[in-house]
């Protein structure tokens, strides 16, 4: 038996890196998994038919998670099609754009902070609306950063929503545990997915970076699908509001040299 047979999850965000990777993962531990997915559907279906050969149930639905409207819908139609979602992977996100406060335009930062926090908002009320009204239990995971406490100049936008998400989880988990729904958050640190192209690119940018952890090396989306497999599961029953970091240790040089 798989770790979550029985279990109806929604990703978000689950077309490509971390996102695809926990559908993945989650969809191997026997889950049923709703693939929600912005604009490419070639890959979201690829994602869906990799579940689909593991012998899981999947389906992809097309959605703007900014979007509350388009939301709920997306919602009614996991519901409708799988049946009602009990673990949500909140993995959709931008990547910060490397302009600093004072060059940052609103519609810049209104874009991000809608798509990194309100985005998780919005899915995590969905799912809790649901879970509550027909009175069973959930997990969900977050997909932070080591960022949302680790800033960056350029990073105003996205460092701001991340430290947003993480204070979203805690504050849910307060109020969700009386459900027995169960809200935690991953805080990745450098991991070779799309939102890190020039090191995937380029070897030196890859070396020059991986310097930097002391692990020795950049971390993998599936590493990260491993462990919120993990959260979602009835072993981390006891754990919730928690930040998990997954960074091979580079936080840790944070004040290196300083």
Partial sequence: MGLLDGRIALVTGGESGIGAACADALGEAGAAVAVLYYADDKAASSVRDAIVAVGSKAMIVQADVSDEGLVERAFAK????????????????LNMSGVPVWEMELP?????????????????????????????PGRIVNISSIHSTAVRFGGADYCSAKAGLDNLTRTMALECGPLRIGINAIAPGMILTPM??????????????????????????EEVAN??????????????????????GLTLEEALGA
Avoid at 83 to 93: I, M, R, T
């Fill in 108 to 136: 810049q930062w209104d874009r991000l902070i809608r798509t990194d926090l309100t985005g998780a908002f919005l899915t995590s009320r969905a799912l809790v609306r649901g879970l509550r009204d027909a009175k069973k």
């Fill in 78 to 93: 996991v519901s409708a099609e799988l049946g009602l979602p009990d673990l949500l992977v909140n993995s959709a996100g």
């Fill in 227 to 248: 462990l919120a497999v993990y959260l979602c599961s009835d072993k981390a029953d006891y754990i919730t509001g928690t930040i998990v970091t997954i960074d091979g």
């Fill in 196 to 221: 890190n192209k020039a090191a995937q690119a380029d070897p030196k940018v890859l070396a020059d970076a991986e310097a930097h952890v002391p692990w020795g090396r950049a971390g993998k989306a």
